[in-house]
């Protein structure tokens, strides 16, 4: 069983910048692929970004280039480096860890969420 807990949400003005924490435990960690989700309201939850065991990354189209997606195996965290905010960015954050190796978009390939953490940005 593998336990993840979100930290460093919050309010922030548009073009702010906020870093996203997530530490996992019970597991090993350094052998995980993590990701990240977001589901606005009234919407469905949707791919972020990830990160393989390896450090290779994969970022989804809306947030290339303003979101940055980092891992510490020694620290088992993995971040979410949120730049350039926008109000549409408005949502929970939540990480999740995929069992096996190769980097995944689909919620449904993760095994463990965490409770998200809520991001709001103000216009």
């Known amino acids: 069983q593998v336990q993840l807990v979100e930290s460093g949400g919050g309010l922030v003005q548009a073009g702010g910048s906020l870093r996203l924490s997530c530490a996992a435990s019970?597991?090993?960690?350094?052998?995980?692929?993590m990701g990240w989700f977001r589901q606005a309201p009234g919407k469905e939850r949707e791919f972020v970004a990830a990160i393989n065991y390896g450090g290779a990354t994969y970022c989804a189209d809306p947030v290339k280039g303003q979101f940055t997606i980092s891992r510490d195996n020694a620290k088992s965290t993995v971040y979410l480096q949120m730049n350039s905010l926008k109000p549409e960015d408005t949502a929970i954050y939540y990480c999740?860890?995929?069992?096996?190796?190769?980097?995944?978009?689909?919620?449904?390939?993760?095994?463990?969420w965490g409770q998200g953490t809520q991001v709001t940005v103000s216009s």
């Open positions: 999740a860890v995929r069992q096996y190796i190769g980097l995944s978009t689909r919620a449904r390939d993760y095994d463990y």
């Open positions: 019970g597991g090993t960690f350094s052998r995980y692929t």
